[in-house]
C-alpha cells in the first residue's frame, strides 16, 4: 500500500467522530495529506463506522482522483480538495453535522466568541460562510462549498489556522488543523463553543463578545511561540 | 409459523429503537408488511423491549385481524393498517414518542427545512396533521389518526416516499420507508432534524427555510436515478 | 425481619431512580407502605446508592417512627407519612430533585397538559403546590410541604390516583402510585412530559392545552374497566 | 514521596470530573491542600484523565513554586494559589468549563437561588465575578483571577464556605470546599443548580428567587451544628 501509516491515522481519526457524539449514521468525514507525495486518504462514502478499517481508506490525488481503494470516496472529497489547495498549511480536515454546529450553520449567524473555552483554540467568531447560489448549488456542488469557505476567509482576512474551522449556512460544520488529530480536536471544540453560546444568549440576549485583550491573551497562551499551557515538547 | 424472516426483521427494527433512543418503556412500535402475502407482523402491546423476540411479534392481515400470535398486536396498529393502505409503496412503519418530534407535535407546527441534514432525507417541511375532532377521538381513534394523516397528504398532494414521515398534532410522530429498516432510519432523522430545527430558531427568530434548489440537490443526491452518495449496489 | 418482602420492593425501587438518570448523588427516594401491618419502608438518609441493600432500608409506623433498622429514614419521611395518611390508595411514594420537573417546580407553574404522551399518564396538568408561608418553613418543614400538597388537591378536587403527581414550587417533585413500581414510572413521565412541555412552548409559546375529549380518550385507554392498551391480566 | 496520601486524594478527585461529565479534554483540574505542611498538590497541565496517576500530581508550596514533580502543575496553579491564601477555611478547589456554568460566566449573570436543589449547597446566589480588566489580563493573569474572586466575595461580604463557588466573567466556575471532595461535590451542584436556574428561566422569565426563609431552612438543615440531614456521624 501506497502510505499505510496515513490510512491508519485518518482511520482512527474518523473513528473518533462517534465517541465524541459528533456523529449520527455515516454522516461526518475525515481526511488527511501527505503533502510530500500529493495523497489524501479519506473515509468512504456511506460506510458505517463499524466496517471502517485502514484499509478501507480511499486514497487519492489532490484534484480528487482514486489513486487506491475500492470504494467511492465521501461524497465530501471536493470540499477538502479545495480546502487542501487553498490552505497550504492544513494537514487534517473533519465534516459533520454536529448538532450544536448545524443550528448555527442553519441560523446563518457566525458563532461570537464569548468566553475563554472558545478563545483558548479560535481565535475570534467562528465565521457563518455565505449560502450558495442557485448556480453554485446545481454546479459542481461539494467543489464551490470549498470555494465559498475560501472566499469568506479571504473576505475577512482571517488565518485559516487561528480560526480553524466555520460552518457553511443550511449545510454544516468543517474544522482542519495542521493534522487530522489537531482538526478533530477543533471540531469537538466548534460544537461546544456553539453549545455554550446558544445557551449564553437564552441567559442574557443582550450579551456582547470578550474582549479582545481576553482573545489576545487566551489564544496566545496555547499557541505560539510565548504558548506556556500543557507540558514543553 | 407464516412469516419467520418478517417476524425476524420487525423484531430487529423494534430493538434498534431504545437503541437510537427514541422510546422510553414500551412507547414505540414498528411493523412490517410482506405484501405478497397480506400479512404485517408488528410489535405487542405494551411488552417491555427486553421481553420481546420474533417469536412474540403479533402476525395480522390487512384488516388489522391477528393471524398468528397469542399476544395482543400494539394499539396503533390500526393508524398502521391505514397507512399500508393508502400508501402502496410503503413497506415498514415506526410510531415513536421520540421527545423533540412530539415537541413539535404538541406545539401543532411543521418542521421546517432549515438545513441539508433534514433535506437529505426529507424533501421538504415535515407536516404536522391536524389534531382529531372531538368525534374521531371517541370513535376509532387510532384508525382515525391514520386517515388524518392520509388526508393531510393528499391535501398537500405529498409523496409518502418524499416526505417518509409526519407528526400528529397533540399526539407524536410516525415515520416510514419501503420497508422497516428505513422506516427507522426516518425516524432517527426526523427526531434530529426536529431537534436542530428547534435550536436554530433559539439562534435565530425570524430564520427562513432553505431555498427549493438546495432541497432538491440533497434530497437528489441521495433518492432517485441520479443518487451519487454512497456506494453503488 | 418484619417485611422482608416490602424491603426488597423499596430497595429494588430506589435502585431505579439512578437508571432512569432522575437523581444525582443520594437526591432522591422511594417509599412502600404495607397497609395491612401499617409499616413503611423507605430509603436511609445521605447513603449513596451503590451502598443500599434490603437490609439497610429503614422502617417504620405511620407516624414515622423508626420500628426497625439501625440508620435514619430519609429526611423527607414526614412527607411520605402525610401523603400515606390522607391518600389511602396509595401504596409507594418517589421523591426526586430530577431537572426537568424542578425547573417547572422553581418556575412555580403547573405542567400544561400539551399532548398524549402526558395524558396517557397524567390526566390534566400536573399541578404545582404552592410556597410554603415562613412559618411553615420554620416549623414542620416536611410534614407541612405534604400538607400542602394534600391541600392543593383538595383545593382543586384532584384525584391522587388520577394525578399521581406533583410539584412543590420552589422544591420540586413528588410522585405516586397503588405501589412503590407505578410511583417509579409516574416520576419518570413526570419528567418526560415536563421536558416536553418546556421545549413544546419554546416552539410555540402560544400554545393550548390539548381538548378534553384527548384527555379523557388517552386517561381511560390505559385506566379503568375499558382500558384496552397493553394485554389482559 | 513527600504527601502520598494527599496525591493519591487529589488524583482521585481529579479523575471524578469526567466521570460527572464535567471536563471535555484536559478542561479541569482539582488542587488540595496540606496546610500544616504548607503543600498543595495539583492536577499536571494539558495531561490527559487516562494518563494521570498518583504519582504524576505535581506538589508545590504556597508560593506556587514546584516542590516534588516533573510535571508542570496545571496553568491555573496561581489562582488556587490566591484563594487558598485568602480562604483559610478551604482544603481543595476544582476549576473546569463546564456546560452550564459557563453559559451563566459568559452571559455575565450571578446564578439566582430558584429552588432547594440550589439553596441545599450553596447559601444564595452564585455569583459571577466581574471581568478583568486588560491590565490584569496582560499581567499575572491566572493570579489576576483569583484576586478578583476574593474581590468579589469582600465586597458582597459573603462567606467562602456558605457560597462554595463562584464563576468568573467570560470565562467559567471556580467551586471550591473544606477538602477536595467536597469541592468536586460543589462544583457538581454549581452545575446543576446553573442547568436548572436556566431553565427554570425558559419556563418563567419572570420568577424571583425563594424567600430568605427558605435559603436558611435548607442550607441549615445540611450545614452547621442543628443539621439533620444524613446519618450521625
Known sequence: ??????????????MELPEHGLVKFTWGNVSAIDREKGLIAIKPSGVAYEKLSPENMVVTDLDGNIVEGDL??????????????????????????????VAWAQAGRDIPCYGTTHADTFYGAIPCARALTTEEINGEYEKETGKVIIEEFAKRGLDPLAVAGVTVRNHGPFAWGKDEKSAVYNAVV????ARMARYTEAINPTVAEVPQALKDKH????????AYYGQKK
Open 1 to 14: 500500500m501506497l502510505v499505510p501509516e496515513l490510512r491508519e491515522r485518518v482511520y482512527k481519526a474518523n
Open 72 to 101: 467511492n470516496p465521501s461524497s465530501d472529497l471536493p470540499t477538502h480538495v479545495e480546502l487542501y489547495k487553498a490552505f497550504p498549511e492544513v494537514g487534517g480536515i473533519v465534516h459533520t453535522h454536529s448538532t450544536e454546529s
Open 190 to 193: 466548534l460544537e461546544e463553543a
Open 219 to 226: 489564544y496566545l497562551r496555547k499557541h505560539g511561540k510565548n
